[in-house]
């Protein structure tokens, strides 16, 4: 069983810069490819990035590429997703995702999720 706890989510302004942290627990993650997912209020989850355990694989959402890069550091276990020019249609609660099947892309093909953390951008 693996555990994900997502940090560095906050409030920032239009332009600004986070940049996200997923720790893992549980098992070794450093063998499962890691994305992440954001959903907005009403909205369905929608796909943001994902890194192969290597870092050789690297897919992006249309909407985040060239902004949001993906990293990992498997000595230290965590995935990274630096987001830069942030805009006020990316508020959302971002999520961690690991391990998963077919795709990628598709929320349903991970076996593993953190509980989430906001990130709210104000115009």
């Known amino acids: 069983q693996v555990q994900l706890v997502e940090s560095g989510g906050g409030l920032v302004q239009a332009g600004d810069s986070l940049r996200l942290s997923c720790t893992a627990s549980?098992?070794?993650?450093?063998?499962?490819?890691g994305g992440w997912f954001r959903q907005a209020p009403g909205k369905e989850r929608e796909f943001v990035a994902v890194?192969?355990?290597?870092?050789?694989?690297?897919f992006y959402g249309d909407s985040v590429k060239d902004r949001f890069p993906i990293s990992r550091d498997n000595a230290k276990k965590p995935v990274y997703l630096q987001m830069n020019s942030l805009k006020p249609e990316g508020t959302a609660v971002y999520y961690c995702?690991?391990?998963?099947?077919?795709?990628?892309?598709?929320?349903?093909?991970?076996?593993?999720w953190g509980q989430g953390t906001q990130v709210t951008v104000s115009s």
């Open positions: 995702a690991a391990d998963p099947a077919g795709s990628w892309l598709n929320p349903d093909d991970y076996a593993y």
């Open positions: 549980g098992r070794t993650f450093s063998s499962d490819s």
């Open positions: 890194i192969s355990w290597s870092s050789s694989t690297i």
